[in-house]
């Protein structure tokens, strides 16, 4: 059983950045973060796989969010830059303890993007 804890959400405007933090209560092999906004299905945005660190994104936010984090701390960020309007969500992290799907949820935390 892992624990994920998120956080760093806020209200911003259109081209501000903001940052996301989620920890981990233990190992895992990859965590990630989802986002989900009003009336729509949660969507994937970003994952990284600590064993030799590689990361995917999702088409939206290439070039603008960043996935890093500490696999010793079991901390993941996502760094999100250009924010628009459409990015506006409740951001989730997940984690996974092996290859395959997400286990583990955060709690969700709001990020807003005001025009």
């Known amino acids: 059983q892992v624990h994920l804890v998120d956080s760093g959400g806020g209200l911003v405007q259109a081209g501000d950045s903001l940052r996301l933090s989620c920890v981990a209560s233990?190992?895992?092999?990859?965590m990630g973060w989802f986002r989900q906004a009003p009336g729509k299905e949660r969507e994937f945005v970003a994952a990284?796989?600590?064993?030799?660190?590689?990361?995917r994104y999702d088409d939206s936010v290439k070039g603008r969010f960043a996935i890093s984090g500490n696999s010793a701390k079991n901390t993941v960020y996502l760094q999100m830059n250009s924010l628009k309007p459409e990015d506006t969500a409740v951001y989730y992290c997940?984690?996974?303890?092996?290859?395959?799907?997400?286990?583990?949820w955060g709690q969700g935390t709001q990020v807003t993007v005001s025009s």
């Open positions: 997940a984690a996974a303890l092996r290859y395959g799907a997400y286990e583990y």
């Open positions: 233990g190992r895992t092999f990859k």
């Open positions: 990284i796989y600590w064993s030799g660190g590689s990361t």
